[in-house]
């Protein structure tokens, strides 16, 4: 009987944490550039080369080890650790095991308003550009 431990499939483990980031492949393939078609064929693929598994980390906001060593048991595991009744009093004074937010929610809010704020002017430029082009190729076409 053969004992040795089948390889992880870092294709599956990019979909699950793509999946519990709330993630759609179209939003993770805008973000490093490729297609939508190309990300499905990566979560289908065992293996991603280092450098595929590195932007598609930074997009994620997790390390190429978290995926490559990701489990649906950890993820459990990790959301089993929380409890519901840390309060001492009904002045809610917090004792014991206590699980705080690392980042302040805000600062998230901001930072994604920050992000789209930049898109959606790159876009707008890339509008204006192609209308002024526009104008040019008709003014050259069609001159008064």
Do not use: W
């Amino acid at each position: 009987m053969n004992t040795t431990a089948k390889p992880k499939h870092i294709g599956r483990n990019i979909s699950r944490i793509r999946e519990l980031r709330g993630m759609k492949q179209e939003a993770l393939a805008i973000a490093i550039g490729v297609s939508q078609q190309y990300v499905s064929s990566i979560e289908g693929s065992e293996n991603v080369d280092e450098e595929k598994l590195n932007a598609i980390a930074e997009v994620l906001g997790v390390s190429a080890e978290a995926i490559k060593n990701y489990s649906d048991e950890g993820v459990i595991n990790y959301f089993n650790t929380f409890t519901e009744n840390d309060f001492s009093n009904i002045q809610g004074a917090i004792v014991g095991n206590v699980n705080t937010c690392t980042f302040n929610p805000l600062d998230k809010l901001i930072e994604a308003y920050e992000e789209n704020k930049k898109l959606y002017e790159r876009l707008l430029q890339a509008d204006k550009d192609k209308i002024e082009y526009l104008e040019n190729f008709i003014k050259e076409k069609y001159p008064l």
